[in-house]
């Protein structure tokens, strides 16, 4: 462990990077699986973009609570609490095949149909990392979890081709497989709540005792809202629409749709350490917006192209670079507000991002389900350009303290 996190950290970085690892692989193999065993049940996808919608919502208006709660109850009894649920999770989507039941999971679970963390952890992990490392260290950090958490994700999109290998093999349904994996995944949960005992949670100087918003509640508003778009948009491709799309469009397999993904997830990975290098240079607002642009022209493209081979380039530049921003707008968001602010800070950014990234899914599936064409792409990427735009024109003077005054 000693190389996945910066020098000089508090131990517990090591406990929630080792933690976000476990989950990642989890969040790996479910993305990909969930809309295949969906439509292996016969469900359309529309009804898949309502599923999707609904574990989106559900992690919002959890992460919602969180915020209620993050100042009143210790941050390690939540992430405790919030293991439940993903131990919940993965045992009831393997209880039931109606669509009601499976709606309910989705909504009350931690299952993630995204490639990166959306779920009630996130915040929660956030905060904690922050207060983990010294403002010098903090992009480093944030970039180190989210490498880790790319790579192994990465691991788990590809590990989504078991079930098919256990079928053939063994001759075992391929429902009953897929059905093992989420069993699986409840596992995970288990792992994950036993590496959080490992958390140490030291008195709290009263300076720094987490706190609602304060002086800093307008600068969080107005990045909420701007994150909120980013968030909507990107509902428009979440990994399980987007492989949902790939299964359509190309007739890809779910063990080739697994190494496309591991291969996205190996790029997105090795982009988290060069944004942390960007960030020190050009600044971590320059550094959002500087990669993502490019990323989203990628994926508009992507719908465009004749071929797979052509399709697959695009959206491998866009993996490249589209996932750039996440360490540095974790940090960025750490640094604009006092420390005791930062719980606060954490879930109000991250619940807009999950309820609108909850909303858009939805239309997804509609647009999937009356053409193969990748509309849902061209959306994203568009209304990811309007976010970008947005965010430089409102913040590329608002810099952290430990920036210089003139990039």
């Not at 009143?72 to 919030?82: E, G």
């Not at 060069?274 to 992507?302: D, K, S, Y």
């Not at 999937?368 to 024109?393: E, N, Q």
Request: proline fraction near 7%.
């Amino acid at each position: 462990m000693p190389l996945l996190v910066p020098p000089g950290v508090h131990p517990n970085a090591r406990v929630l990077v080792a933690s976000r690892a476990v989950r990642a692989f989890g969040d790996g193999f479910v993305s990909l699986l969930l809309p295949y065993y969906l439509t292996l049940l016969g469900y359309t996808a529309f009804e898949i973009g309502v599923i999707v919608t609904a574990t989106l919502l559900g992690s919002g208006l959890m992460t919602l609570a969180i915020g209620f709660l993050a100042h009143r109850i210790a941050a390690d009894r939540l992430l405790r609490w919030a293991c439940v649920l993903m131990i919940g999770s993965g045992v009831g989507i393997t209880a039931t095949t109606a669509f009601w039941p499976l709606l309910i999971v989705a909504l009350m679970g931690t299952l993630n149909p995204s490639a990166g963390d959306v779920s009630v952890f996130y915040p929660l992990e956030q905060a904690l990392l922050s207060h983990a490392a010294p403002p010098a260290q903090r992009t480093a950090l944030f970039a180190r979890y989210s490498l880790v958490g790319a790579l192994v994700g990465a691991v788990g999109a590809q590990a989504a081709a078991v079930p098919q290998w256990l079928a053939g093999l063994a001759a075992v349904p391929l429902v009953t497989s897929i059905q093992a994996m989420f069993l699986l995944y409840a596992l995970l949960g288990v792992a994950t709540l036993l590496l959080y005992r490992g958390l140490s949670m030291p008195p709290v100087k009263a300076s720094t005792m987490a706190t609602p918003l304060g002086p800093s509640r307008r600068i969080v508003y107005q990045l909420a809202a701007l994150f909120s778009l980013d968030s909507f948009a990107g509902g428009f491709a979440v990994q399980s629409l987007l492989a949902l799309w790939l299964f359509q469009r190309f007739d890809l397999s779910v063990a080739t749709a697994g190494s496309i993904f591991l291969v996205a997830g190996v790029l997105a990975a090795f982009s988290f350490p060069v944004a942390a290098w960007l960030a020190r240079r050009i600044g971590l607002v320059n550094t959002m917006v500087f990669t993502h642009l490019p990323a989203n022209v990628c994926l508009i493209l992507v719908p465009f192209m004749p071929t797979l081979e052509w399709a697959l380039f695009f959206l491998l530049v866009r993996f490249a670079l589209s996932s750039m921003d996440v360490p540095a707008r974790s940090s960025y968001v750490m640094a604009v507000v006092t420390p005791a602010e930062r719980p606060a800070a954490a879930s109000l950014t991250a619940v807009p991002r999950s309820l609108a990234a909850a909303v858009s899914p939805l239309f997804a599936g509609a647009l999937l389900s009356a053409s193969p064409f990748g509309w849902p792409l061209v959306l994203c990427g568009a209304l990811k350009i309007v976010y970008d735009v947005s965010l430089l024109y409102r913040f590329r003077h608002v810099r952290p303290p430990e920036e210089p005054s003139a990039l």
